[in-house]
Nanobody, 114 residues
């Protein structure tokens, strides 16, 4: 029932900025936490940033001070990315967690290259 749709990915030059958006639909409770993960082909998916229903956020060390996660109500989450580096290149996935269950979007590709 829960569906997540990401948008905002694309090709950006090093040092550039990009904002990813995720909109959730379905039976979503106000206790849901949301997060952004990223994955490079052949590697493990890694947590980039997370935010609780109360607005408390956490970041991977590699993106701290460059990325900002925020949410608009229960069903929307954003990832503002600045000072992008080639190593940020990955497919970014939106995640929603509630009642012990994880839901995932289809992902949006971010490529940082000159």
């Amino acid at each position: 029932q829960v569906q997540l749709v990401e948008s905002g990915g694309g090709l950006v030059q090093p040092g550039g900025s990009l904002r990813l958006s995720c909109v959730a639909s379905g039976a979503i409770f106000n206790i849901a936490s949301m997060a952004w993960y990223r994955q490079v082909t052949g590697k493990q998916r890694e947590l980039v940033a997370s935010i609780t229903s109360g607005g408390s956020s956490n970041y991977a060390d590699s993106v701290k001070d460059r990325f900002t996660i925020s949410r608009d109500g229960t069903k929307k989450v954003y990832l503002q990315m600045i000072s992008l580096k080639p190593e940020d290149t990955a497919r970014y996935y939106c995640n929603l967690r509630q009642l012990g269950l994880d839901f995932w979007g289809q992902g949006t590709q971010v490529t940082v290259s000159s």
